[in-house]
């Protein structure tokens, strides 16, 4: 049986726009991935459960998977940052709450060796989601759409021994517009982060993944962004000898293997609903299991 390699220790990691519950995450990757680090501190960026497209019908096994690896991390002292978006802002309500090592909050600041960084998902910025909230939420189903195809495009190509194709990124770099937006997003994270005195500034929300120095009327700040694990499959990881490095999941060698059998003995998503509740409270240490 092939073992699992080791799992590197890392101080900081930052993962957004996962989109569970949706036809486009890519979540066994990201168990993979999940499986493959020791982070002592974990921040989740925003729109990690999906709950504008959620739907009873479909919750795959290995999307619980990985809500179950996450209450694990924090049962085992990892400290989690949960961070809203827009995808996931009904849990806006909740900023502020503590459950073990995990904490909701709406935006966040970290105190590293060479300076602060600054931590929010960015939709704040989003012209659309200010004032036309319904225009987003049909983007999105449109968005999730041209994933499913695609998949679809991607399963036909590989029978054919094509290389893969990502319509989804193909049309964000042919619209002029898109790429503009892009510009203006960082552009602006850049300034207000410079205006707080932030060494960094990390967000998500644009899916795309970025470690640039960016400079303002007023100053220069380190723009990060963490991708996604829809179309990108990337997340930030910091230690005080490397600095920040963005992650590409397509360049980990060791993970692109077959999966062994070790992938498989997390077969607790696959239990009852109410089973898989009452493990999740226990791990975050908010409920006592009654002996046997």
Known sequence: MRELPRRRKVEVVVLSDIHLGTYGCHATELLRYLKSIKPKTLVLNGDIVDIWQFSKNYWPAAHMRVVRHLAGLAAKGTRIHYLTGNHDELLRKFAGTHLGNLRIDNKLVLELPEGKAWFFHGDVFDVTMQHSRWLARLGAHGYDLLIVLNRVVNFLLHKLGRPRVALSKAVKDRVKGAVNLISNFEQTAAGLAVEGGYRYVACGHIHQPEIKVLTTPRGTVTYLNSGDWVENLTALEYSAA????????????AL????????LHDQAADAPVAEL???????FHLNQRKPE
């Open 242 to 253: 490397t600095g920040w490095l963005l992650y590409r999941y397509a360049d980990d060698a």
């Open 256 to 263: 692109q293997q077959a999966a062994s059998p070790a992938d």
């Open 277 to 283: 509740l009452s493990d999740l409270l226990v791990e």
